[in-house]
Nanobody, 120 residues
Framework: QVQLVESGGGLVQAGGSLRLSCAAS????????IGWYRQAPGKQRDLVAF???????NYADSVKGRFIISRDNGQNTVYLQINSLKPEDTAVYYC??????????????WGQGTQVTVSS
């Protein structure tokens, strides 16, 4: 069973920074891409950043230049450095893995989320 555990959220003033972590219990961690999503109250869950197994990265336009996703395969952990925080960044942040297993089935796992609250 794959488990994803996020941490690092909190209450921060606008302009501040946080580093979120997602620790994954999966033996094939280095072979899969990891995404960070966020969901604000009353809104849908949106992808904010993705890092592939080859360390390629993609970002939502709203966070480009402020968020940095990285991974440490030795620690089975993905990080999201979030800088220049804005009140509109307030949301629950989730990490996600989605992959095709050796059995040919698709697998999709989410962590429990970590709350980020930005005060103005």
């Amino acid at each position: 069973q794959v488990q994803l555990v996020e941490s690092g959220g909190g209450l921060v003033q606008a302009g501040g920074s946080l580093r979120l972590s997602c620790a994954a219990s999966i033996s094939t961690f280095s072979d899969i891409g990891i995404g960070w999503y966020r969901q604000a109250p009353g809104k849908q869950r949106d992808l904010v950043a993705f890092i592939s197994s080859g360390f390629s990265t993609n970002y939502a336009d709203s966070v480009k230049g402020r968020f940095i996703i990285s991974r440490d395969n030795g620690q089975n952990t993905v990080y999201l450095q979030i800088n220049s925080l804005k009140p509109e960044d307030t949301a629950v942040y989730y990490c996600n893995v989605h992959f095709v297993g050796p059995d040919g089935n698709e697998y999709d796992y989410w962590g429990q989320g970590t709350q980020v609250t930005v005060s103005s």
